[in-house]
């Protein structure tokens, strides 16, 4: 089975801080996503990566950033977090554009 | 851009009542459709997906879903619909260029007895 881990399930940070958030898959995917899910909103692409080193941002790149170091690690950086980042994050990897898309089971962020 | 609506952000039908999910996508070329389902608590369940081909796709729990070309749509459809069908259901979309995989805002289905 594929798996997609991210590091935690529940986060509590305080407003400035660095915030990193991990995801790892076992599949060797070239595709990985984080998106943040809110209700009413939906899943919405934060940032993407397709190959090792590159990245591309989603529909809301502002206040966040990404490393992909390795095929298998994408990280998601809160520089400096802020309580409107409270939310529940989302990692996906997928090989290629016509197969399934795999979830990890989500980090719920809380910034206070 | 591409992007995708689900117009309903709630539905609720009766058990055994037949169910009708809308989405409407914005992309130029030919799209790679998904339903995905997540029920409460639980991460994202893939339910059906379009590539090519016949334009009515069967998927997992009795759903089925059919693309149209031309109204831009692929509503996801169950003739039954089960107390455990309770969920919310998403519309996803990815483009042959870009890489991106994109989201509608979610329809959550409420099914009363």
């Known amino acids: 089975d594929v798996k997609v881990t991210q590091s935690s399930r529940y986060l509590v940070k305080r407003t400035g801080e660095k915030v990193f958030l991990e995801c790892v898959q076992d599949m060797d995917h070239e595709n990985m996503f984080w998106y943040r899910q809110d209700p009413g909103l939906g899943l919405r692409l934060i940032y993407f990566s397709y190959d090792v080193k590159m990245k591309e941002k989603g529909d809301i790149p502002e206040g966040y950033s990404v490393s992909r170091e390795k095929k298998e690690r994408f990280s998601l950086i809160l520089e400096s977090a802020s309580t409107n980042q409270t939310s529940m994050y989302l990692c996906a990897s997928l090989e290629g554009l016509n197969t399934e898309a795999f979830f990890g089971q989500g980090t719920r962020l809380t910034v206070v | 851009a591409q992007s995708v609506t689900q117009p309903d952000i709630h539905i609720t039908v009766s058990e055994g009542a037949s169910l009708e999910l809308r989405c409407n996508y914005s992309?130029?070329?030919?799209?790679?459709l998904f339903w995905y389902v997540q029920s409460p608590g639980q991460g994202l369940q893939l339910l059906l997906k379009y590539f090519s081909g016949d334009t009515l796709v069967q998927g997992i729990k009795g759903f089925e879903a059919e693309f149209k070309r031309s109204q831009s749509s692929f509503n996801l459809r169950k003739p039954s619909v089960h107390w455990s069908d309770a969920a919310e259901y998403f519309c996803?979309?990815?483009?042959?260029?870009?890489?991106?995989?994109?989201f509608g805002a979610g329809t959550i289905l409420r099914v009363k007895s």
């Open positions: 992309y130029g070329a030919t799209p790679y």
């Open positions: 996803a979309v990815t483009m042959e260029y870009g890489n991106k995989l994109v």
